[in-house]
Each structure stands twice: as C-alpha cells, then as structure tokens.
Nanobody
Framework: VQLQASGGGLVQAGGSLRLSCAASGWTSSRYVMGWFRQAPGKEREFVAAISWSGSSTGYADSVKGRFTISRGNAKKTVYLQMNSLKREDTAEYYC???????????????????WGQGTQVTVSS
C-alpha cells in the first residue's frame, strides 16, 4: 500500500487548505484512513480519521468544527478540509491507513501500518 499526500502550503491565520491523500496498491478498500500531524519538537498526534465506508468520522478536540475529513467515491482518496486555520495548526501532516474489518474510526497511531510522506502546513499570523 502506498499513500501519496499533497496540498500543504503557506496560509494566513483564518484561511483554508485542503489536503489530499491517494492510496494505491490495495485490492480491498476496507482500510480506515486518518490524518496525523507532527510539529517540531513534538510527538506525532491524531487529527482526524474516517472509517472504510466513510460513514463514521472522528476528530481531535483541537480541530473539531474546523476540519472535515472525507473519502472519495472510490474510497481510495481521503481529503482533509481545514478551515479557520490557526498558527498552532502548523505542522507536517501525514496520511495513514490501517486494515479494518470493522467499519469504525480508529484514533490510535499504532493501528495504522501504512504512512504517506508528510506535507507541510504553515499558518502565519
């Protein structure tokens, strides 16, 4: 399974960005997918996740109401719409996938076995 993330960039506080992650190399779409982020000097943290069908989503408290995760129709692309960005959202963002027979959200980093390269999001004041 390969994951390719894109869409990061520099944006002013209050602005928006949309991250995308395209998956390839799997024969089943039963993968929960998520976004994590890591700021300099900090541990990687959970941001958002979506179940394999797209029917369930979960968010970190820090992004609830501002970020929206979704999946494309073919279930192999996941998006993270980020609105009302704050300086504290500045980080390297990673998409991840984990095989899941249950159609539920997974928030634990250890559940995800496949990772894309990061995409940098920088929010300026």
């Amino acid at each position: 399974v390969q994951l390719q993330a894109s869409g990061g960039g520099l944006v002013q506080a209050g602005g928006s960005l949309r991250l995308s992650c395209a998956a390839s190399g799997w024969t089943s779409s039963r993968y929960v997918m998520g976004w994590f982020r890591q700021a300099p000097g900090k541990e990687r943290e959970f941001v958002a996740a979506i179940s394999w069908s797209g029917s369930s989503t979960g968010y970190a408290d820090s992004v609830k109401g501002r970020f929206t995760i979704s999946r494309g129709n073919a279930k192999k692309t996941v998006y993270l719409q980020m609105n009302s960005l704050k300086r504290e959202d500045t980080a390297e963002y990673y998409c991840a996938a984990g095989r899941s027979y249950s159609d539920i959200v997974r928030t634990k980093i250890g559940y995800y076995h496949y990772w894309g390269q990061g995409t940098q999001v920088t929010v300026s004041s």
